[in-house]
């Protein structure tokens, strides 16, 4: 068994675990993030329907004509700062955070600052 494979079963295992405890309703739904070597992906979901409401990414359009010369961290503060306008637009305020096995650290700490920056409560 390879490293990077026994580091996706820990990441499969602490997801689990966190699946557990965090569940998204129509009420407080769930902000789910990803996180690829190059890319980050958010996107709020309700779990109760299986819905995606809104969504965000590094790959959208403005975000990465707007990244020439920016780190990583700074495109996830501005994917935050984006999944949370679109998600006013949506009427939702309120959500639980889901990091999705990663540690809260780098990326996924900039893209929740970012959300909280652009008016969401977690």
Do not use: C, H, W
């Amino acid at each position: 068994m390879s490293k990077s494979t026994k580091k996706y079963i820990r990441r499969e295992r602490i997801k689990k675990g966190i699946r557990k405890r965090v569940n998204g309703t129509a009420d407080r739904p769930r902000l789910s993030v990803f996180r690829s070597n190059k890319e980050i992906y958010a996107q709020i979901i309700n779990d109760i329907d299986g819905k995606t409401i809104v969504a965000a990414s590094s790959r959208s359009k403005d975000i990465s004509e707007a990244a020439n010369g920016k780190s990583k961290s700074q495109i996830s503060k501005e994917v935050g700062m984006d999944l949370a306008r679109k998600a006013k637009d949506a009427g939702v305020e309120v959500v639980v955070f889901d990091r999705n096995g990663y540690r809260f650290q780098g990326r996924v700490a900039a893209l929740a600052e970012g959300a909280r920056e652009g008016g969401l409560n977690f």
